[in-house]
């Protein structure tokens, strides 16, 4: 079963949430953000040229410009690489463990996986920067002591989801968490 | 003090025996003070001693304070006993409850609750 919603992130730019329910106990889901713009991507390269071309009359050196040229290239090939995250998605597997992968605008994909046994709770925490800004984070246990909270991942980084996209996120999971710890509790 | 074992020690010996000497030597200056009469005190060149009046005054403060220490601390064990509905310590909440009274109890209770 396959869900889609529009949402918008913390800066008012707009998101989109996919949520696939694979089985009962395996769930997905995949925040995308708005792809690079042209109008940026043209925007930084002229600002760029014509500082250039301004040193260059000063200057009277050609090596500006095509240095310049050069920075403009890198810097968009690095941007897309290291910076740009399109899509971040978190996978649920019951009993297995939880999943992120968040992929860049070049295509590069990063993942994390965390155990099952690792795991305490999902929750939404709260911080408060200029507003109070929600996130959603997995509050992972050791397994020697169960009851101390050992560390804390937030999720979602990049995309940075409003309240009301984290709240169905956390519902979804939470039904998946309580499962798992009925079946866990139960021998 | 490392251990506080009972077993008996030359030092302790010496403790103990000087504990006694004097204790022995306070009481019967006391005695002395409060019985000889000032003029003959006075004649043997020693004049700077209390008053006589606290030679009574002191004994029976302490017996007082005594008994009201017993008076107090038996009604204060009285009282101990009936704390059950008093006011519990502050304590924190987990982030969990928290999270699952406000998102998955109820989404009408939530937006009742922000707005």
Not at chain 2, 43 to 58: C, I, R
Not at chain 2, 60 to 87: F, P, R, S, W
Request: net charge neutral; glycine share 4%.
């Amino acid at each position: 079963m396959e869900d889609e919603r529009s949402f918008l992130d913390i800066c008012g730019g707009p998101l989109t949430l996919r949520r696939r329910y694979y089985s009962s106990y395996c769930r997905e889901f995949g925040l995308s953000s708005a792809r690079l713009s042209l109008r940026s991507v043209t925007a930084v390269t002229c600002t760029v040229w014509l500082v250039a071309y301004g040193l260059f009359t000063l200057f009277e050196n050609s090596m500006i410009l095509s240095s310049a040229i050069f920075i403009t290239i890198l810097g968009l090939l690095g941007y897309l690489h290291f910076v740009k995250i399109d899509q971040e998605t978190l996978l649920i597997i019951d009993s297995l463990g939880i999943q992120m992968t968040s992929s860049y605008a070049s295509g590069k994909e990063s993942t994390t996986f965390i155990e099952m046994d690792k795991v305490k709770d999902v929750i939404v925490n709260e911080a408060i920067y200029m507003k109070v800004i929600y996130y959603l984070c997995i509050l992972l246990k050791d397994p020697v002591k169960p009851h101390e909270i050992s560390q804390v991942v937030p999720v979602f980084q990049s995309t940075k989801p409003r309240l009301d996209c984290l709240i169905e996120v956390y519902r979804s999971c939470q039904e998946i968490l309580a499962r798992q710890k009925a079946t866990s509790a139960s021998p | 003090m490392v251990e506080n074992s009972l077993t008996p020690l030359p030092e302790r010996a010496i403790y103990g025996f000087v504990l006694f000497l004097s204790s022995q030597f306070g009481f019967r200056l006391f005695l002395v003070w409060a019985f000889v009469p000032e003029s003959w005190l006075n004649s043997l060149g020693l004049t700077f001693w209390p008053q006589k009046y606290w030679a009574v005054a002191l004994p029976v403060y302490l017996l007082i304070a005594v008994l009201m220490g017993y008076t107090t601390m038996l009604k204060n064990q009285e009282q101990k006993n009936h704390q059950e509905d008093a006011i519990p310590a502050l304590r924190d909440i987990p982030i969990s409850e928290v999270n699952k009274m406000f998102f998955l109890e109820a989404k009408e209770l939530y937006t009742q609750n922000c707005v």
